[in-house]
């Protein structure tokens, strides 16, 4: 599976995005997708996946909990990351992946990353 992730760019504090995961290939809808992002001099840390056969479908690391919400179109093969009241450490490169979902940190497949700049 191919992953092209679009919607990142400059906004200011408070302010929201959504990024999008369009997918194309093997059928989308048997795969976990991740978002992860990677902020300059840092590692890559997990954001949020959406795995549709797991009891809560839907986990968000704790930094963007109750803020961002992933989603997915399984018609246009898409997933979304919608990131709301956005703050200057959401300032990264935001990757989309695909996988197994056997965990949220196992996937096979990554998207080029998208640009989120967040200033204050």
């Known amino acids: 599976v191919q992953l092209q992730a679009s919607g990142g760019g400059l906004v200011q504090a408070g302010g929201s995005l959504r990024l999008s995961c369009a997918a194309s290939?093997?059928?989308?809808?048997?795969?976990?997708i991740g978002w992860f992002r990677q902020a300059p001099g840092k590692e890559r840390e997990f954001v949020a996946a959406f795995i549709p056969w797991s009891a809560t479908s839907t986990y968000y690391s704790n930094s963007v909990k109750g803020r961002f919400a992933i989603s997915r179109d399984n018609a246009k093969n898409t997933v979304y990351l919608q990131m709301n009241s956005l703050k200057p450490e959401d300032t990264a490169v935001y990757y989309c992946?695909?996988?197994?979902?056997?965990?949220?940190?196992?996937?096979?497949?990554w998207g080029q990353g998208t640009l989120v700049t967040v200033s204050s």
């Open positions: 290939g093997r059928t989308f809808s048997s795969y976990a």
């Open positions: 992946a695909a996988g197994p979902g056997r965990d949220l940190y196992e996937y096979n497949y």
